[in-house]
C-alpha cells in the first residue's frame, strides 16, 4: 500500500500498437464464408484502458491508491464496508462507519465516485453501502487542488477501476463469517467469447451489527441487517481503437435500528408521564421495533475512442434509489412523543463525456461536459400529539401527511491544457463553468483551476495549487417539509424560517512535496487550506435517520498530512498523520432545525463543525511469502482519532455547540491468510481476521452536537473467518 502525490511532468503522445486482422490462407473459401477477424483482446483492452487514464488524470491532486492486492492486506480484506479501504487514506476520519460516513480533509462527505472514469450519480444517504471491494481492480483517491475535471462534489474523488472479464478468465466462491452472527457468501466470475468479456459479481450478508452500537455493551440489541449486493461488466471491442461497455449493480438491504436500554418516558397526553395504565402497557425502550429499508440500483453504458493523439469517452447513465424508515407507531410516540414513517425516492439520468488531445511534445487538451438531473419524492406520514399552553401533548395522537417532490439539474463544463513547460516543470492550468437550477435554488459559477508540478530530482516531487470550488447542495438531502404545518403539535419546530440550502462557494489552496528517500521508501507532506461562503453541512434532525442539509455563511478548514510508506519484496507498510480544523459561522438555511440559543451563539462565534477530528492516523503492514505450493500472508493495521466533536458547558453554564470532543480512539487489527494450490488453476485460501484486537469500547458520537441525535460506539472485538475458492 502507499499514499502519494501524484505528480506527472509529461504525457508523451500514446503510441499504440497496430492490430492486423488474422492471416487468411490464399485458398480461402470466398469471403461470404469467412472466419470472423478476432482481435487481440488481451492488448487492445489494456492500450484503451491506458488511453482511459489520459482523458483524466489527477495532476497536482494528492493521490492514493489501493490495488485488489493491497486491499487483501487490510482488516477483513475485500469482505471490508467500502468506506474501511477509503478510512485507511490520509485525512479521512470515521463516523458510522455502517452507513458509509466519511470525513476528508475537515468535510461532511461531499465525496464523488467515479467507476471506469465515469460519474456515479448520487444515492440517498442511509446505511448500505452499496459498493463492494469485491469488483475493484484498482481504486484511486484523489483530494486537494483538483483539475478541472472534477466538480459539484470536490472533498475528495474515487475511481474505480473494475475487475474485467479479459483479466479474470476465471472466479471465485467464498464464505465469510464469524462474530456477531456473521454470515457472508460471496461469489465472483469472469470470462470472454470472441471480441466480449463480462465480470459478475454478487454477495449477501447477514449480521447483527448493521448500525452501530449505541451503547458501550459488547452486542447491540435489535441491530440485524441483510444485504444483498450484484454487480456485472459487460465489454465489447469493436476494433482496435474503440470499445463499448456496460455496468450495472443493485443492492437491496434492511436494517433494525438498535435500541437503547432504560430510557426514560416522555409525557402523556394530560401532562403526567406515560405509564402502565397509559398505552398498551408498559414499554421498555430495548423492546422498541425501527427499521428501514434502503434499494439502489444504477446502470451506466460507455463508448470509448482512442484515435491517434485523441481519446474520448461518451456515458449515459442512471440511477434510482430508495430509502424507507419505519417508526415503531406505539414506541416512538411513548419516547418522543412523535413516530415518522418517512420514504424517499431519488432517480437521476444524465450525460459525460470527456476527451484529450495531445498537441505536440508540450500540450495536452482536455475538455469534457456533463449533464444530470435528479427527481426526488419524499413522503411523510407523522403521527403527533396535540400541545397545550404548557407544551404538553394533549388528546389523541393523530397523523399529518406531508409528501413534496424535488428537482435539482447540474451541468458542467470544463477545457484545460496540461503545458509541459520544460522536463522539470508542468503547468495544468483551465476552468469549468458549473450550473445548478433546482426547486428550490439557482446558481452557476466560473470556477479557475491551476496546478504547478516541479520535479528537481528524479527523487522529489513538489506541487502547489489553486481550485475554485462550487458544490451544490444534494437534493437528497434537502428538506422539503411544510414546517407550518405541524404547528402547534408534539413535532413542532423552534422556528417556522427555512431559507432555501444555497451552493458553497470556496477558494481552495494546497501545496505539498512527496520525496523518495531510498528504494521502495517514499515520505510526504501536504497543506491546505479553504475559505468558503455557504459552507454545506449535513446532520441529523427530529426523529427519522435521514440526513438534511444547511449551510453557514461562513466557513473555513485548513491542515496538513504526513505520509510515509515502505515495500521491499513481500514486506509492505504505511503510516498517515493528518491535523485538520473546520469550522462554520452563522446558520443561514434550513433554521427551523435549530433551537434559537444554538442559533444567536452561530450569529457572533466560530462553530466547529461536528465532523472535525483534530488528529486522525492510520497505520499498517503486512508480509506476504509465496511458495510453490501456495503462499502465507499476514497483517496489522490500527487506526487513531482524537475524537469528533460533542456539545461543551461554558463556565456560565450556557452550552458551547461542538464545543468538545468524544474521547480520543483506536483500534488494532490483525489478520493472517494461507493459500494452497489445489489444482493446476485452482486455489484454497483460508483467512483469519481478529477486528479490535484490544477490545477497545470506543465512542465515535455521545448523542450531543450540531446534528447529532443519537450515541455511536464503535465495534468491539470481532472474529471473523473465511474460506475461498479461486478457479
Known amino acids: 500500500m502507499h499514499s502519494r502525490s501524484l505528480f506527472i511532468l509529461c504525457f508523451l503522445p500514446v503510441t499504440f500498437v497496430s492490430f492486423a486482422p488474422a ?55 475485500h469482505n471490508a464496508p467500502f468506506n474501511q479501504l477509503i478510512l485507511r487514506a490520509p485525512g479521512v476520519a470515521q463516523d458510522s462507519a455502517t452507513n458509509g460516513d466519511l470525513h476528508v480533509r475537515g468535510e461532511h462527505a461531499n465525496l464523488q465516485y467515479r467507476i471506469n472514469g465515469v460519474l456515479l450519480p448520487e444515492g440517498l444517504s442511509g446505511f448500505g453501502l452499496e459498493l463492494d471491494p469485491h469488483f475493484v481492480e484498482n481504486m484511486e483517491f484523489i483530494t486537494g487542488s483538483l483539475p478541472a475535471q472534477y466538480g459539484f462534489r470536490t472533498a475528495g474523488v474515487v475511481d474505480i477501476k473494475t475487475k474485467n472479464g479479459a483479466a479474470e478468465n476465471g472466479g471465485d466462491a467464498e ?26 459479481d454478487g454477495s449477501y450478508n447477514h449480521n447483527g451489527l448493521g448500525i452501530e ?29 474503440s470499445r463499448i461497455s456496460f455496468i450495472g449493480s443493485g443492492s437491496y438491504s434492511n436494517f433494525q435500528v438498535p435500541n437503547t436500554p432504560g430510557l426514560p418516558v416522555g409525557t402523556a397526553p394530560g401532562g403526567n408521564p406515560w405509564n402502565s395504565t397509559q398505552g398498551p402497557g408498559a414499554f421498555d425502550s430495548s423492546a ?18 482512442s484515435a491517434g493523439d485523441l481519446n ?43 476527451a484529450s488531445y495531445t498537441a505536440g511534445d508540450q500540450h495536452t487538451i482536455r475538455g469534457g461536459a456533463i449533464w444530470l438531473n435528479e427527481w426526488v419524492s419524499a413522503d411523510s406520514t407523522t403521527t403527533v400529539f396535540n400541545l397545550d399552553a404548557n407544551g404538553n401533548p394533549v388528546g389523541k395522537a393523530f397523523p399529518i401527511v406531508d409528501n413534496h417532490r424535488l428537482y435539482g439539474a447540474f451541468s458542467g463544463l470544463y477545457l484545460q491544457d496540461e503545458w509541459k513547460i520544460c522536463p522539470m516543470l508542468t503547468l495544468n492550468y483551465g476552468t469549468r463553468f458549473d450550473a445548478f437550477t433546482s426547486s428550490f435554488d439557482h446558481e452557476h459559477q466560473l470556477s479557475p483551476r491551476i496546478n504547478f508540478i516541479l520535479q528537481p530530482t528524479k527523487s522529489t516531487t513538489l506541487h502547489a495549487g489553486y481550485a475554485r470550488y462550487f458544490t451544490p447542495p444534494p437534493v437528497e438531502n434537502v428538506s422539503g417539509n411544510s414546517v407550518a404545518l405541524f404547528d402547534p403539535t408534539s413535532n413542532a419546530a423552534a422556528s417556522d424560517q427555512d431559507d432555501p440550502v444555497k451552493a458553497e462557494r470556496s477558494d481552495y489552496f494546497d501545496a505539498g512535496i512527496s520525496q523518495k528517500l531510498a528504494p521502495g521508501w517514499q515520505a510526504g507532506v501536504d497543506g491546505y487550506y479553504k475559505q468558503a461562503r455557504n459552507q454545506l453541512d449535513d446532520g441529523l434532525f427530529g426523529q427519522t435517520l435521514i440526513l438534511s442539509a444547511f449551510n453557514y455563511a461562513k466557513g473555513k478548514v485548513y491542515g496538513v498530512e504526513f505520509t510515509t510508506s515502505y515495500t521491499t519484496g513481500g514486506f509492505s507498510t504505511y503510516a498517515n498523520v ?31 463543525l461536528d465532523h ?73 485460501k483460508a483467512r483469519l481476521d481478529v477486528v479490535n484486537l484490544t477490545d477497545k469500547s470506543y465512542e465515535l458520537r455521545d448523542g450531543t452536537g450540531i446534528g447529532v441525535t443519537a450515541a455511536q460506539f464503535g465495534e468491539r472485538r470481532g472474529f471473523f473467518g473465511t474460506v475461498e475458492l479461486d478457479f
Open 23 to 77: 492471416q487468411v490462407p490464399s485458398t480461402s473459401p470466398p469471403a461470404a464464408t469467412e472466419a470472423p477477424v478476432v482481435l487481440d483482446r488481451f492488448t487492445v483492452t489494456g492500450n484503451l484502458d491506458k488511453a482511459r487514464e489520459l482523458i483524466v488524470p489527477a495532476l497536482g491532486g494528492t493521490e492514493f491508491n489501493l490495488d485488489k492486492n493491497q486491499i487483501d492486506a487490510l482488516s477483513l480484506g
Open 175 to 200: 464464505v465469510n463469517g464469524g462474530s456477531y452472527d456473521t454470515f457472508h457468501p460471496s461469489f465472483g466470475y469472469g470470462g470472454s467469447t470472441g471480441n466480449s468479456d463480462y465480470f459478475v
Open 312 to 354: 474520448f469517452q461518451v456515458s449515459a447513465l442512471g440511477r434510482n434509489s430508495s430509502v424507507h424508515f419505519k417508526p415503531d407507531p406505539v414506541g416512538d410516540l411513548f419516547f418522543n412523543g412523535v413516530a415518522s414513517d418517512v420514504k424517499k425516492n431519488l432517480s437521476s439520468g444524465g450525460l459525460q463525456t470527456d
Open 612 to 684: 472535525e477530528q483534530k488528529t486522525t492516523g492510520s497505520f499498517g503492514t503486512s508480509y506476504l511469502w509465496k511458495e510453490s505450493h501456495g503462499s502465507t500472508r499476514v497483517y496489522a493495521d490500527a487506526l487513531y482519532g482524537t475524537g469528533l466533536r460533542t456539545d461543551s458547558t461554558a463556565p456560565d453554564g450556557s452550552t458551547i455547540p461542538n464545543g468538545g470532543t468524544v474521547p480520543a480512539y483506536y483500534t488494532i487489527n490483525v489478520g493472517a491468510e494461507q493459500s494452497f494450490k489445489v489444482g493446476t488453476k485452482e486455489t484454497l
Open 288 to 305: 422498541l421495533n425501527e427499521r428501514q429499508n434502503e434499494q439502489n440500483y444504477y446502470g451506466v453504458v460507455t463508448y470509448q475512442k
Open 213 to 241: 452500537n449505541p451503547t458501550s455493551s459488547a452486542k447491540p440489541i435489535h441491530d440485524t441487517t441483510d444485504q444483498s449486493k450484484a454487480f456485472v461488466y459487460l465489454s465489447h471491442i469493436l476494433d482496435a481503437t
Open 578 to 608: 493528518a491535523l485538520g480544523a473546520a469550522y462554520g459561522k452563522d446558520f443561514n438555511s434550513s433554521q427551523f432545525l435549530f433551537a434559537p440559543d444554538r442559533r444567536a451563539y452561530s450569529k457572533n462565534h466560530w462553530i466547529n
